[in-house]
T-cell receptor, first 116, second 118 residues
Framework: EAGVTQFPSHSVIEKGQTVTLRCDPI?????LYWYRRVMGKEIKFLLH????????ESGMPNNRFLAERTGGTYSTLKVQPAELEDSGVYFC??????????????FGPGTRLTVL | AQKITQTQPGMFVQEKEAVTLDCTYD???????LFWYKQPSSGEMIFLIY??????QNATEGRYSLNFQKARKSANLVISASQLGDSAMYFC???????????????FGQGTILTVHP
C-alpha cells in the first residue's frame, strides 16, 4: 500500500510568487491534514479535511493560504503571494478508521518551501 | 500556552542502552490521546506509539514503551536497547477530545534529537 505522497519535495520561489503544494493521501483515507514546521519551531496544524469538506481550518495563518480537496482525494495548498515567513516544511497526513483504534495520522515526507 | 513540552533539545545514548525522552502536556479535556513520532533524516514522520488518557496500562510497542504519569501530565518515551537506526528527531503530540475515536488535529512538541553512539 502506497503511503502519503507530497509534491514537490522542495520548492524555492521568490517573495510575491505563487506556489501550489500537492498531497496524495493513502487511498481510502477520508481525513487529510496539513501541518507546517517553520525553522526552529514546533510543527503546527493548518487544517483538516473530511473528504472534500473543511472540518477545521483554525490553523490557517491568513487568506494568502488556500487549501482544496476536490472530490475528496488529493489536496492542494496554494500560497499566494508567498512571503518570507512562509518558508518551512509543509507536511500532509491522512487517517481513517482502522484496526488499531488509535486513528493515528500517517504523514508524508513533507515539502520544503523556501521563499527568497 | 504551550500544550506539549519537550525539554530536551538533544539526547545522546550508547548503543544497546536505554534512553528516556521527556514529554509533558497540558489539557483540560479529560479525553485525549498522546502520540510519539520518529522523524529520521529522510524526513518522513513515523508513528511509534499511542497512549489514551483512559488507558490503565502503559503502552508498549516492541522496544518502545510509554511511561504515562497522568497526575503529573507526563508521557515519556522509553527506548530500550538503542540501535544506531534510532538516531532521529522524536516528536511528542497530543490529540484532544474523543481519545481513540477522535480524528482531530495533533498538537506537537518542539522535538528531541536523539543520537545513538556505537
Amino acid at each position: 500500500e502506497a503511503g502519503v505522497t507530497q509534491f514537490p519535495s522542495h520548492s524555492v520561489i521568490e517573495k510575491g510568487q505563487t506556489v501550489t503544494l500537492r498531497c496524495d493521501p493513502i487511498s481510502g483515507h477520508d481525513n487529510l491534514y496539513w501541518y507546517r514546521r517553520v525553522m526552529g519551531k514546533e510543527i503546527k496544524f493548518l487544517l483538516h479535511f473530511v473528504k472534500e469538506s473543511k472540518q477545521d481550518e483554525s490553523g490557517m495563518p491568513n487568506n494568502r493560504f488556500l487549501a482544496e480537496r476536490t472530490g475528496g482525494t488529493y489536496s492542494t495548498l496554494k500560497v499566494q503571494p508567498a512571503e518570507l515567513e512562509d518558508s518551512g516544511v509543509y507536511f500532509c497526513a491522512s487517517s481513517h478508521p482502522g484496526t488499531s483504534g488509535y486513528n493515528e495520522q500517517f504523514f508524508g515526507p513533507g515539502t520544503r518551501l523556501t521563499v527568497l | 500556552a504551550q500544550k506539549i513540552t519537550q525539554t530536551q533539545p538533544g539526547m545522546f545514548v550508547q548503543e544497546k542502552e536505554a534512553v528516556t525522552l521527556d514529554c509533558t502536556y497540558d489539557t483540560s479535556d479529560p479525553s485525549y490521546g498522546l502520540f510519539w513520532y520518529k522523524q529520521p533524516s529522510s524526513g518522513e514522520m513515523i508513528f511509534l506509539i499511542y497512549q489514551g488518557s483512559y488507558d490503565q496500562q502503559n503502552a508498549t510497542e516492541g522496544r518502545y514503551s510509554l511511561n504515562f504519569q497522568k497526575a503529573r501530565k507526563s508521557a515519556n518515551l522509553v527506548i530500550s536497547a538503542s540501535q544506531l537506526g534510532d538516531s532521529a528527531m522524536y516528536f511528542c503530540a497530543m490529540r484532544e477530545g474523543g481519545g481513540g475515536t477522535s480524528y482531530g488535529k495533533l498538537t506537537f512538541g518542539q522535538g528531541t534529537i536523539l543520537t545513538v553512539h556505537p
